[in-house]
């Protein structure tokens, strides 16, 4: 039987470019965003199997496509091979391209589970989870890893070959460890010695906020593709940046992005004040690199309605024509190590804007209750 290459099997171009998973983040406004600037496909953020299995309605709505996706992936993690199992064979029947294990997330509270990284250590199971989605699904089946439990205990070749044995389509590497913050600088040698050491495809993961970080990292590493994360907020531009090499961002283009994602949340959230505080941090991560900001992110961060943010950013723009500001040029200045480091968790709303693996924790306590 000939097996077809995963890429054209998901009418994917050579060397894709994938929007990550992002928990509190990645939902239908944003991820249209990302696509309509180019990411050739987008994921639902981090979903729990126990809490999938335990029919948390949460969950359920976190997995909302919208129909004018064309593509779309989905990424579960789990404390067992057969609670990931039960939970690809849900996920099948329902709309999705692609399903991927997470098998990086440091959150302790998801950890502490087996779920997310805390799986790394124990490259068996690794075997088995892969094994027993593949087994679930006809979806390509991937699985995103980090290079080990922290420096002293890296096995990021062994895991690699383990999800590469269970039958997955490709693999994507963040090159740090469990214990390494974002200080930390990737380690673009252990994604390519990863590469090396399997035949399927390989996504490099890690501190792309530019053109040159994302042609070092493909030179260094040979990888097959690239998933964006943090450069990705506030910044959809990134991908088209990543193909094209311009950085520039024209002013129209700009506020014509921003009014869109704001009439997408709005068809989605109504006009409900979570729909406003949930659009704060991206607003407040779109302003970025434009000049004389500071009242525009003081305001934004105070708006209660959608239709109050849609006032600020038309008010923002014409204060900027006004003044012969016609696009921004890079929002990354240089090659400072410095950008690297930045937390987006500290511009989110920890009551409304689900934190990473918050949806685990409710899985938690659904264990606790059995
Ligand atoms: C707010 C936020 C949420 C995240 N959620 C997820 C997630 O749901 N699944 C996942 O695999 N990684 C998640 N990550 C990790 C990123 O995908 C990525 O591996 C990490 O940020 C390193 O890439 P970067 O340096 O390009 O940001 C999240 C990161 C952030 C900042």
Known sequence: MVKIHPFERLGLPSSPLLLAPLAGVSDHPFRRSCTSKGADLTYVEMISATAMLYESKRTFDMLKRHESEAILGVQITGPSADQVGRAVAILDKMNFDTVDINMGCPVKKVVKTGCGSGILRDPERVFQTVKAAVEATDMPVTAKFRLGWDKTTRNEIEVAQAIE???????????????????????????????????????????????????????????????????????????????????????????????????WQQSEYGEAIGAAVCMRKHLLWYAKGWNGVKPFREAVNAAGSLAGARDLVREFTRGLRERGVTHRSSIVQGESETRFAWDPKYDMDRSLDRGVGDDAMETLQVSEMV
Do not use: C
């Open 165 to 263: 044995a269970g039958g997955a389509a490709w693999m994507t590497i963040h090159g740090r460890t469990r214990a390494d913050d974002y200080g930390i600088p990737v380690d673009l040698e252990g994604i390519r010695r990863v590469k090396a050491a399997v035949t399927i495809p390989v996504f490099g993961n890690g501190n792309i906020f530019q053109k040159s970080d994302a042609d070092r990292m493909i030179a260094v590493t040979g990888v097959d593709g690239l998933m964006v994360s943090r450069g990705a907020l506030g910044n959809p531009w990134l991908f088209s940046e990543l193909r094209d090499g311009d950085a520039s961002v024209e002013l129209d283009d700009w506020e014509e992005t921003l009014l869109q994602h704001l009439e």
